[in-house]
């Protein structure tokens, strides 16, 4: 099969397409043939190696331990490890798998769920990272409910645009922060209030949130506290290395109070992805493509999102 992969840490150049055996299931694995894959933020990180700390986690220092790259993807079951009863060949599925970026990948069969009928390849594969992270954020970290005012900052990108969905649908009101260009979008996925944050600053209102999620956080976690309500709750999902690392110190003593900070780290799951999957269906939340790529231009494909202005989802089409 063909796969996109890499030897060496670095950026998009150092991608090229190969020639590999296809993958074997693992008996609690499904084999599936590629239609669309989408790109996240993670991809440019994992191929660079950054940050650091990463690579521990990834087991590879100097060199990158897995060769192949791409986690979301949508495609069909081509055959299913021995102890999978839940999928057979030929069903339509989406989830994550490690070297997503390739003719055929391996999933657990938990990291699956089926593709609505009515949902393209490439809206499934849109799905897997950016809206479990949306979902989890909003209903597990930030305790989402409805009437609260949220405050999505990073509003625009893979995590944001479904956020925004997810966060009309648990009932609240949503305050969307993204450049004026992307405005628009905000107001049309849903969003209350749409802040350009190249003309205005969210933290010249008056206005107090029971939850902000920093999406894609480029302010002080001291700034986002002005703007919480006297028990609001802070959520950080992603953004710029500062910001984590002021979150990942200073969440529990922040917290002493009645506000809470959290740093919040996406699990994928079968239950999530098949929720996500009926809100697909149903048209609860509908993924904002932005651009497809050909599979010959993953590097492209993944520059584009790492110049961090992607509008939603960048989907490359496999077969
Ligand atoms: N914790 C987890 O489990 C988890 C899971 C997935 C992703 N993440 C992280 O979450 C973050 C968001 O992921 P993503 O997939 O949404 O990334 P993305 O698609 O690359 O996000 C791009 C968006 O970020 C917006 N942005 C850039 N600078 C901004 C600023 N100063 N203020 C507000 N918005 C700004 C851009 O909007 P404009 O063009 O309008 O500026 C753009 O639409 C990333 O850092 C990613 O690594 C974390």
Same mark, same amino acid.
């Given at each position: 099969m063909k796969a996109i992969i890499r030897s #060496?840490?670095?950026? *998009? #150049?150092?991608l090229r397409m190969a020639e590999l055996p296809r993958p074997m299931p693992g008996d609690d694995e499904i084999l599936v043939r590629v239609r669309a894959a989408s790109v996240n933020a993670m991809d440019w990180r994992l191929l660079r190696g +950054? *940050?650091? *700390?990463?690579r521990l986690a990834a087991g590879g220092?100097?060199? *990158?331990?897995?060769t192949k790259l791409g986690h979301d993807f949508a495609g069909d079951v081509e055959a299913v490890g021995s102890?999978? +009863?839940?999928f057979e060949a030929g069903d339509a599925v989406f989830g994550s798998g490690a070297g997503a970026f390739a003719e055929y990948v391996c999933a657990r069969a938990t990291q699956v769920a089926p593709k609505p009928g009515n949902a393209t390849y490439a809206q499934a594969a849109s799905v897997p990272v950016a809206a479990i992270t949306a979902l989890q954020a909003l209903?597990?970290?930030?305790?989402a409910k409805s009437g609260q005012r949220v405050l999505l900052d990073g509003a625009a990108g893979g995590v944001g645009t479904f956020a925004i969905q997810i966060a009309r649908t648990l009932g609240t009101t949503v305050t969307a922060v993204c450049s004026g260009t992307n405005a628009a979008q905000a107001a049309a996925l849903g969003a209350d209030r749409v802040i350009d944050y190249t003309r205005e600053d969210f933290l010249h209102d008056d206005v107090r949130y029971d939850l902000v999620v920093g999406v894609n956080a480029h302010r002080s976690i001291f700034d986002y506290r002005c703007v919480l309500g006297p028990a609001g709750i802070y959520v950080l999902v992603g953004g710029g290395g500062p910001q984590l690392l002021q979150a990942f110190l200073l969440a529990k003593p922040l917290s002493l109070g009645r506000q809470r900070f959290r740093l919040h780290m996406a699990r994928s799951n079968h239950d999530d992805l098949a929720l996500l999957g009926r809100f697909l269906a149903d048209r609860t939340i509908v993924p904002a493509i932005e651009c497809h790529y050909g599979f010959d231009d993953v590097a492209r494909a993944i520059a584009h999102v790492e110049r961090g202005h992607a509008r939603g989802k960048v989907v490359i089409d496999i077969a």
């Open positions: #060496e840490y670095g950026g *998009p #150049e150092m +950054t *940050p650091f *700390p990463a220092l100097r060199r *990158p331990a897995r102890n999978v +009863t839940a209903r597990d970290a930030g305790h």
